[in-house]
C-alpha cells in the first residue's frame, strides 16, 4: 500500500452500542438540568441559600480528580493505539498503570463524595427538604452510581490491559469503557458549576 | 422438534389461546354493559367482568411464559428438560386453580368467597389484578417456584446462553416481586405503593426480559443471525430497561400520599421507557433485514416484528402521553390510562405469546418448516384482524378518554360534568371501540381457523 494511503479508523470509535447509552444518560441528565433550571427561576432566593450548605472546595477536588482521571484513560487508549510489536507487553503494562490510576481517582471521588452525603445527612437534609436538595440528592446519587459503575468497568480494564487483552488493532472493549468515563466525567462538569457555583 | 420433553409446551399454549378467548369474551360483555349498564344484571356485574378479564389476561400470559420457556430451554440449553413430568403436574395444578378461581368470581359474590376462603386470617384479596384470593396467591407461588426450578436445573446441567440467563432472571424478578402482593399495609397509600411493586415490576421491569428473551430466541431461529449479534441488542435493550423500568415506578406514585420528589423521579425516568422498546423495533428489523435464512415460517417472523411495533406503540407512545406528572393531573384514571393499558399488553404481551405459539406450534405438530402457505395465508389475516382491531379499539379509548378529560377533569369543580354523566356522553365512542373489539375477537376466531386449514397435496 502507498505510504500516504492509511486504513479508515473505524467511526465513532468503541461499539455502537456504548454510543446509544451516551445519547439515553445525557437526555436523562440533561431532563434533569433543564428541571433543575427551570424550579430554580422560581424559588431564586430558596436555591441560592440552600447552595451556601454546599461544600464547594470538595466539589471543585472533585471535579479536578474527574478530569485527571479522564486524561489518565486517553494516555491509556493512546498507549495501546500506539503499540507495536516490539513493544505490545511493555505499553499494556503502561497502560494498565494509567488505569489503574484513573480508577483510584475514581474510588476518591465516590469516597469525598461519601464524606458530603453523610455531612449533609447529618443535617436531617433529604430528599423531602427542599427542590434544591431534591435535585442536588437525585443528580449527585444519580452521578454517583455511574461512578461507582465506571470503576468497576476501570477495573476489569486494567485486568484485561495488564493481560495483554487488547492490541492497537483490537482495543473496541477498551474505548468503549473509555467513552463511558468520559460521560461520567462530562456530566460532572456540567454538574458541578450548574448545582454548585451558578448563583 | 429437537428434544422430546419440549412438547410439554403444547397444553400450555393450547390453554393460553382459550383463556385469552375467554378473556376477549368478557371484554366485550364489558364493552356492551357500557352502552347498555343493565346487560347481564344481577348475573354478572361490571366489577366482576373486569375482574375476570383482567385475571384471565394474567393467567393467559402466565400460561403464555410457560409454554414458551419449556420450548425454548430445552434447545438454548442443548438437553432435555429436567422433568417433563413436572412440567405437566404444574399444568394440571395450575389450569385447575385458575378455572376454580374464575368460577368462584363467577358463581360466588366476592364477599362471601373472602369469607368463606378465610381472607381474614391472611388479608390479601381486594386489591386490583391481584383479587385471586389467598389460597390460589400461594398456589401461584408453588406453580411458578416449581416453573422456574425446574428451567433452573435444566440451565445448570446444560449449555448457558444469554437469552436462557435472561429468561431465567425476569422468572426470578417475576416470583420475588409477586410477594408484595401478600404484603397488604393498613395505611392506603403504603397500600398502592407497595402493589405497584407487583403490577408495575413486572409489566415494566421483569417482564420485559421475558419479552426480550424470548423475541431474540424467535429471531435467531427464523433469520440465522449470529448468536453474538443478538446477545449484544438483547444487553443493550435489558439495561435500558431495567434503568428506566425500575425507577420509571415513580410514575404510578403521582399524588397518592408519596413524597413531592416522585414527580420528577417517576416523569423523567418513564419519559425514558419506550427508548427500550424503540431499540426492540430497531433489534428485529435490523435481524430480519440481515438474515441469514429464509425461513418458510414467514409469519412467526411478521408476529415478532408486530410484537416490537405494537410494544412500543402500546407501552412506548401511549404510555408516554400520559406519563408526565403535570399531564397525569388530568389525564389518572381516565379512558387514555385503559388505552395505554390494552395497546401495552396486547402489543408487547399477548403478540410475544403468539410469535411463540405461531413459530414452535407447527414444530409441536410434526411441521419443522411451519404451517403450510394456506394456512399461514389464513394466519397472517387474523394478524391484521387483531392487530387493527386492536389500534382501532385503543384510537377509540383515546377519544373516549380525551372527551372524559375535557369534560370531567379540565373544568373546574362548578363546571366539571360528574362521572357517569361523561360516559353517557361519550357513548358514541365506546360503539366504535365495541365494533373494534368484535373485530379482534373475529381474528382471534381466524387464528384458531388456521391450525385447522387442510392444504392441497402436491401431484405427483
Known sequence: MPKYLTIKEPYPPGDFAIWIIVYVELLTFGLL???????????????????????????????????????????????IKNETNENSYKSSIIASKWLLSAMLLGIIFLM??????????EQGITLSTNTFFMFYLLLTMFHFMHVSLGVIILFN???KTKAQGYSQNDCRGLETGAIYWHLVDLLWIVLFPLVYIIR | MKYSSQMVAKPY?????????????????????????????????????????????IVLLLFGFMGATYFLIPEESERELWSPMLAKLTFWVFAAAGVATILGYLFVPYATLSASLANSFWPTMGREFLEQPTITKVGIVLVVLSYIFNTTMTVIKGRKTTISVILLTGLFGLAFFFLFAFYVPQNLAMDKFFWWFVVHLWVEGTWELILGALLAFVLIKTTGVDREHIDKWLYLIIAMTLISGLAGTGHHFFYIGTPGYWLWIGSIASAAEPIPFFLMIL???????NRRIVHDNKIALTWAKGTAVVGFLGAGVWGFFHTLAPVNYYTHGTQLTAAHGHLSFFGAYVMICFTLISYAMPILRGRPHGNGPKSQKVELTSFWMMVIGMIGLTLALTV?????????????????????????????????????????????????????????????
Not at chain 2, 433489534?283 to 433485514?289: E, P, T
Not at chain 2, 369543580?413 to 362521572?419: D, L, Q, R, V
Open chain 1, 33 to 79: 438540568f433543564a428541571g433543575y433550571a427551570f424550579s430554580r427561576r422560581i424559588n431564586l432566593q430558596m436555591f441560592n441559600d440552600s447552595q451556601l450548605l454546599l461544600n464547594q472546595s470538595i466539589g471543585f477536588i472533585n471535579t479536578l480528580i474527574l478530569i485527571s482521571s479522564s486524561f489518565f484513560i486517553v494516555k491509556a487508549v493512546q498507549k
Open chain 1, 112 to 121: 469525598l463524595k461519601l464524606t458530603e452525603f453523610s455531612h449533609l445527612f
Open chain 1, 157 to 159: 480494564l486494567h485486568h
Open chain 2, 13 to 57: 399454549f393450547i390453554f393460553a389461546l382459550i383463556l385469552l378467548a375467554g378473556e376477549i369474551v368478557f371484554g366485550l360483555a364489558m364493552g356492551v354493559q357500557y352502552l347498555y349498564g343493565d346487560f347481564l344484571f344481577p348475573a354478572i356485574p361490571f366489577n366482576v367482568l373486569r375482574m375476570v378479564h383482567t385475571n384471565l389476561l
Open chain 2, 283 to 289: 433489534f428485529a428489523f435490523n435481524m430480519a433485514k
Open chain 2, 400 to 460: 373516549a378518554g380525551i372527551m372524559q378529560i375535557e369534560m370531567q377533569r379540565l373544568p373546574d369543580a362548578a363546571n366539571a360534568m360528574g362521572f357517569m354523566e361523561t360516559q353517557a356522553a361519550i357513548s358514541t365512542v365506546y360503539m366504535v371501540r365495541l365494533a373494534f373489539g368484535v373485530m379482534v375477537f373475529l381474528g382471534l376466531l381466524t387464528y384458531f381457523y388456521s391450525f385447522f386449514v387442510k392444504e392441497e397435496k402436491a401431484v405427483a
